[in-house]
């Protein structure tokens, strides 16, 4: 079970080495991979894969975890999948049939969404509430795979093939901007910056069929299950995927949460700044990452909130805020901003 990390070298650069211990804390000791490729490199990942089998023969390093970077951090695609384990299809149906709203079927196919690139960060990083949809931001716990080499219409038994390592996931996902007004947008509401932890480690030679995952909140396990409880397994979901578009190296899947988020308690139970939380899977290791408050204090359209103001009484009109007064429109604002400046 060869792990790797990828932190900053002394020069500043990033770099890799084989992790040979590791403690409670995602501090790493090893090796130094002797082989890795620029970042700029058209063929990163297959090379990386390749520096991977070769393993760590440089010299020895200590890395902290302010040092750790994301194993992947500029994702050529981040593709996540919903409703694949079935005590979260249970729990999200029981809130659904509690509030009246219809039930999600058990799924045929994958439901797939996306995430911005943009929304990674790393072991250590703060996942920073957004201004714009700060009341119900929850936690996900996932297995992601990176691909390494293009996959392009893969069966299932050849999929694994592809896949460059394992990695911790969460998908942070701002419940009311993602299913609540004004726009109910799964994109928008898991997309936000920081959204998209992932670290702290890379790992290749496992069975990614019958890992241990948890989500512990402030020291709380908020969420226990094992992938063998995936409704679509990874192998069949890279080979779905690959059959809708090419699977570039570099993307990222997320394959899915089990039951205990959040949003399904009772009550419900949402990431406050300050929290610690962890994505913990066996074989690979503990992302960890604290909760900030979004110290943003511009102007906003208050209609482009979710959770925190009302929409404009007028459908038409254009709300902006300034912190401390909402103005009927873009120009009374800028109007109000020169002559304050006078």
């Given at each position: 079970?060869?792990?790797?990390?990828?932190?900053?070298?002394?020069?500043?650069?990033?770099?890799?080495?084989?992790?040979?211990?590791?403690?409670?804390?995602?501090?790493?000791?090893?090796?130094?991979?002797?082989?890795?490729?620029?970042?700029?490199?058209?063929?990163?990942?297959?090379?990386?894969?390749?520096?991977?089998?070769?393993?760590?023969?440089?010299?020895?390093?200590?890395?902290?975890?302010?040092?750790?970077?994301?194993?992947?951090?500029?994702?050529?695609?981040?593709?996540?999948?919903?409703?694949?384990?079935?005590?979260?299809?249970?729990?999200?149906?029981?809130?659904?049939?509690?509030?009246?709203?219809?039930?999600?079927?058990?799924?045929?196919?994958?439901?797939?969404?996306?995430?911005?690139?943009?929304?990674?960060?790393?072991?250590?990083?703060?996942?920073?509430?957004?201004?714009?949809?700060?009341?119900?931001?929850?936690?996900?716990?996932?297995?992601?795979?990176?691909?390494?080499?293009?996959?392009?219409?893969?069966?299932?038994?050849?999929?694994?093939?592809?896949?460059?390592?394992?990695?911790?996931?969460?998908?942070?996902?701002?419940?009311?901007?993602?299913?609540?007004?004004?726009?109910?947008?799964?994109?928008?509401?898991?997309?936000?910056?920081?959204?998209?932890?992932?670290?702290?480690?890379?790992?290749?030679?496992?069975?990614?069929?019958?890992?241990?995952?948890?989500?512990?909140?402030?020291?709380?396990?908020?969420?226990?299950?094992?992938?063998?409880?995936?409704?679509?397994?990874?192998?069949?979901?890279?080979?779905?995927?690959?059959?809708?578009?090419?699977l570039l190296p570099g993307t990222v899947i997320m394959t899915g949460?089990?039951?205990?988020?959040?949003?399904?308690?009772n009550p419900p139970v949402y990431l406050q700044p300050g929290d610690?939380?962890?994505?913990?899977?066996?074989?690979?290791?503990?992302?960890?990452?604290?909760?900030?408050?979004?110290?943003?204090?511009?102007?906003?359209?208050?209609?482009?909130?979710?959770?925190?103001?009302?929409?404009?009484?007028?459908?038409?009109?254009?709300?902006?805020?300034?912190?401390?007064?909402?103005?009927?429109?873009?120009?009374?604002?800028?109007?109000?901003?020169?002559?304050?400046?006078?």
């Amino acid at each position: 079970m060869p792990r790797f990390v990828r932190f900053l070298g002394n020069d500043g650069t990033p770099t890799w080495g084989e992790v040979h211990s590791a403690d409670d804390d995602s501090g790493a000791t090893g090796a130094l991979l002797r082989s890795v490729p620029p970042e700029r490199d058209p063929n990163y990942f297959s090379r990386l894969m390749d520096a991977f089998a070769a393993g760590g023969t440089g010299p020895t390093f200590h890395v902290e975890p302010g040092m750790i970077l994301p194993p992947v951090s500029q994702p050529s695609m981040i593709l996540a999948i919903g409703f694949n384990y079935g005590d979260h299809l249970e729990e999200i149906n029981a809130l659904n049939e509690a509030e009246g709203k219809a039930l999600v079927p058990h799924p045929t196919e994958p439901t797939v969404f996306a995430k911005f690139p943009g929304s990674v960060i790393g072991h250590d990083d703060a996942i920073v509430i957004p201004h714009m949809a700060p009341n119900k931001v929850d936690y996900e716990a996932e297995l992601a795979v990176v691909i390494g080499r293009a996959a392009k219409n893969v069966q299932p038994e050849r999929a694994l093939e592809h896949v460059a390592f394992y990695t911790c996931g969460h998908d942070v996902s701002a419940r009311d901007a993602q299913l609540e007004a004004p726009n109910n947008q799964w994109l928008r509401g898991k997309s936000f910056d920081s959204f998209c932890p992932l670290g702290p480690f890379a790992v290749t030679g496992i069975d990614p069929g019958s890992l241990d995952i948890r989500l512990i909140l402030n020291g709380n396990a908020m969420q226990s299950s094992n992938t063998r409880n995936l409704i679509f397994s990874v192998p069949f979901l890279i080979s779905y995927l690959s059959h809708n578009t090419t699977l570039l190296p570099g993307t990222v899947i997320m394959t899915g949460t089990p039951g205990g988020v959040g949003h399904s308690m009772n009550p419900p139970v949402y990431l406050q700044p300050g929290d610690v939380v962890e994505v913990d899977i066996a074989e690979i290791g503990r992302l960890r990452n604290v909760v900030a408050d979004d110290s943003y204090a511009g102007a906003v359209p208050k209609s482009w909130f979710a959770g925190r103001a009302e929409p404009a009484d007028d459908a038409g009109a254009y709300g902006v805020s300034d912190g401390s007064q909402t103005y009927d429109d873009s120009a009374a604002y800028d109007a109000a901003q020169e002559e304050q400046e006078q």
